[in-house]
């Protein structure tokens, strides 16, 4: 039976997914196909910490309801006592039935490009990269009888992203050799045999490994142009953390040319956001991607708080373009929910308003836009999901132009010694004034500023549910 997501827990958030139980990371497979977006993901069916990695799944029709299905990809029992687990990977539509695998002219295949991951109690064994194939809008799979499709010998080799390259007919899969920060572009015409094509990595963010590589066309506002964006989950601002960086480039169906980049570009300055992926096949009228990202971080994620029996979720849809800045262009996101801002929406409380006034919050799950004229301050201190005790603070220190986001003293924090901590990023005003547009979600706060040019999510766990903002100005 299906369950749509329900509204009595006290920590669950209300207008992000997670799932009825559960361990969840990575979001996978994001596709649109007639009227539903699909949201899989990385789940374990049997308990609430990461293992027997299987596809769960969810759909919507606004991207913001979401409805969980059966599992959709299982863990598969191996005859030699090995198994394999399903890693991160993607769905596409097959509408040229270029697979074979459907019936011929039918044009709602879906096919699941995913990473079999084989191992044997303590031993890792391969990771390749199989397909598993869907005629019925992704309720029921099956495994491709030739798997593995890609198989280059590694145990690290995972998380296949793929795009269809319509003036060569063709698909091309950007996959990840995690240990040595490699980036690889593959060809195929039907997506079961694949050709190398060229690679690209070893540069920016290397304090971690590498993870879920895509590639994505994205328009620069206010022109009729586009770049080639690549996304890499990998290495966070501070040491020892997760996020996500991007080159911007150029892609030409083979190869990836990155423009001049100083310094590290982020998706999101919080510690919560990793291995977002953009959806694949949007309507056509659609023309900016976009991307759900996992809410949580790999430093402490399997130790946060499950009082509610599940354990991660994701961020809202993210509509993604670029803007131009000196010679670079950079990532602007904008939040899919803040174009349906109601009141019903967003499952707020009677009594609260969206351009809302600081205040009292009983349900802790609203959005909250603020133009902040700085005025001639040294900046402020917004204190959210504040009670007697705690608070999470957002600061904006005027001479340094650092806005930072501090859960130190923000409810429960002693589950990981790493969770605590504080993030800094430069934002400059923009007419003496910051926007922010703050998604607060009870257990899950997400923070754009300045339209989308800079984003901070993070986790946080109030001890209770009545909460109020408060705003202080720092002379
Ligand atoms: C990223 C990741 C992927 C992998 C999956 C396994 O969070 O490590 O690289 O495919 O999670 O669950």
Known sequence: MAIVQSFAQDFRPNYHYTPPKNWVNDPNGLVYLDGEYHLFYQYNPFGDKWGHMSWGHAVSKDLIKWETLPLALPEIQNGDGSTTMIFSGCVVVDSFNTSGLFKAGFKKGLIAVFTSHVSKPGQDLAQHQSLAYSSDKGRTWKYFDKNPVLDIGLTNFRDPNVIWWPSEKK???????????????????????????????????????????????????????????????????QAGYLAMQYFVGDFDGNSFKPQKQNEVFYVDEGKDFYAAVPFYNLPKNQKNPIIIGWTNDWEYANDIPAPDGYRGGFSVARKLSLYKTGNTYKLQQQPIISEKLTKEELFLSPGYSLNSKLGEKTANSYALSLDINLGTSKGFDLELLKTAEH?????????????????????????????????SVKVMPEKNKLRLDILVDRTLVEVYVNGGKVVLTDLVFPERLKTVEVLKWRE
């Open 391 to 423: 608070y999470l603070k957002l600061r904006y220190d005027v001479a340094s132009n650092m806005l930072s986001l501090d859960r130190i003293n923000s409810g429960k924090t002693d589950f990981h010694q790493r969770f605590p901590s504080v993030e």
């Open 171 to 237: 698909w091309i899969m950007t996959v990840v050799k995690p240990l040595e920060y490699i980036v690889q572009f593959y060809s195929s015409k039907d997506l079961k045999k694949w050709t190398f094509m060229s690679e690209f990595g070893k540069q920016g963010d290397m304090t971690k490994i590498w993870e879920c590589p895509s590639l994505v066309k994205i328009p620069i506002v206010n022109t009729a142009e586009t770049k080639w964006v690549l996304m890499i989950s990998s290495g966070h601002r």
